[in-house]
Nanobody, 119 residues
Framework: QVQLVESGGGLVQAGGSLRLSCAASGSILTINDMAWYRQAPGQQRELAARITRGGRTNYAESVKGRFTISRDNAKKTVYLQMNSLKPEDTAVYYC?????????????WGQGTQVTVSS
């Protein structure tokens, strides 16, 4: 069984920082793209940031210059450093990964971690 476990969410004041982590475990051959999505109350889930296995990144316009995605392939872990947080960043943040197993590729989601930014 393959799973993603997130950590690092919480409550922070506007202008503050948080670092999210997401670790993959299970029978994994390799992990291709890893990403962070977020979903605010009443809104659709949206991509915040994505990173390829080789380290190429892309970001939503709303987080560019404030968020940094990175990964440690040896630890099968992806991170999201969030700086200069704004109340509109409040959402449940979900980790996502394209994982390759002996049985074939699988898209996996984490359970989500709440990030709340107070004004």
């Amino acid at each position: 069984q393959v799973q993603l476990v997130e950590s690092g969410g919480g409550l922070v004041q506007a202008g503050g920082s948080l670092r999210l982590s997401c670790a993959a475990s299970g029978s994994i051959l390799t992990i291709n793209d890893m990403a962070w999505y977020r979903q605010a109350p009443g809104q659709q889930r949206e991509l915040a940031a994505r990173i390829t296995r080789g380290g190429r990144t892309n970001y939503a316009e709303s987080v560019k210059g404030r968020f940094t995605i990175s990964r440690d392939n040896a630890k099968k872990t992806v991170y999201l450093q969030m700086n200069s947080l704004k109340p509109e960043d409040t959402a449940v943040y979900y980790c996502n990964a394209e994982i390759y197993r002996l049985a074939g590729p699988l898209e996996v989601w984490g359970q989500g971690t709440q990030v709340t930014v107070s004004s």
